[in-house]
């Protein structure tokens, strides 16, 4: 899991660098899109990952 939100924590373009170093297989960007602040989205972030798959969480969603 990686925060993509851009103000209190990593933008997109950062969360996508982290990704390519920590090399995972499944990542799920978090903090988000909450407020009007956070203007990082799931799309952007989505673009820039280019060897991990992108899972993106609904609101009361269980992933196991």
Do not use: N, Q, W
């Not at 990593?10 to 990542?27: G, Q």
């Amino acid at each position: 899991m990686l925060p993509i939100g851009d103000y209190y924590t990593m933008s997109p373009r950062e969360a996508a660098y982290a990704c390519s170093l920590l090399k995972p297989k499944t990542v799920i960007p978090m903090h988000f899109g909450t407020f009007p602040i956070l203007t990082g989205t799931v799309a952007e972030f989505r673009k820039l990952v280019k060897d991990a798959e992108v899972f993106e969480m609904k609101p009361g969603v269980t992933v196991s």
